[in-house]
């Protein structure tokens, strides 16, 4: 039976900052293959949520994942999220950087888990952390110049207006991370948007927006060549949706082609959203990779 709840911690960051945790405690069913029914590290397994989301998407597959690897899994609030503390006005990958390491630390954990722009911030870290494993599931990262992003201003715009469902068409259109509702025109998506703005997910969305900016200049400002992600752990897992937007394989297939040891997988059927539904395929796939 998997648990019901997760524990809520606290954790201060180096810089004072305060970042909120959960984490779902080891399953009661061993992991197969496993001698001790856990993930190999003791502390076992963080998750790096997404952009302009919370880590409250993300605690059903904590949860599910902890049941299944028989081993805690910890997600945490970025910063400007829940009761974590605001983004810094200096704020940049190397802020998440810091404060990824500051959760390794607490919880001991020695694998990581990153989706969309969390996946980013793993696959940074693993070039200055000490990670023993690492998954990213549709990792948003720029190679040479692979994402643009000229739909940043028209964002930008829209939410210095305030029109909140406007920026975040922008925003779908520009990502393509919403399916085929994404390819629909920008007026339309924006008046799509409006009535789901009036959703509890609409509402939090909206909230979330402001922390999109800086987020997304960093996925740009750290732009870099495939070939200096060599120095990642042997262990590197790269996962992709076969309903993915095209991009997010492209970067998975770039970075696996420099990396000595690592392992692709295009889960099939499988959308961008798959870690927040979650989708069973990726849980049991993540189960196997952490479990060895």
Known sequence: MAATQLTTS?????????????????GVQAAPGTADGGARAHGGVVVVHGSMVTAELYKDFALRLAEALGAPVHVYNRRGRGESSPQPADYSLATEISDLSAVLEKTGADAVFGHNYGGCIVLHAGRELEIGQIAVYDPIISFEGS????????????????????????????LQTAGPIAKLPLPVLTVLNRIGSRMPVGKVLSR???????????????????????ELPLETLFLVGGASPEYFGEAARKLDGVLPASDI?????????????????????????FSS
């Open 10 to 26: 606290t954790i201060t960051t180096p810089d004072g900052a305060t970042l909120e945790l959960f984490t779902a405690p080891a």
């Open 147 to 174: 994402i643009k992003a000229e739909w940043m201003p028209e964002f930008e715009e829209a939410l210095a207006a305030k029109d909140e469902e406007k920026a975040l068409a922008v925003l779908l259109r520009g």
């Open 208 to 230: 979330l927006l402001p922390t999109g900016p800086a987020e997304i200049r960093a996925v740009l400002a750290a732009d870099a060549e495939a070939k200096g992600f060599d």
């Open 265 to 289: 997988d295009v889960l099939p059927k499988l959308a961008h959203d798959a870690p927040t539904r979650p989708a069973k395929a990726l849980i049991e796939r993540l189960t196997e990779f």
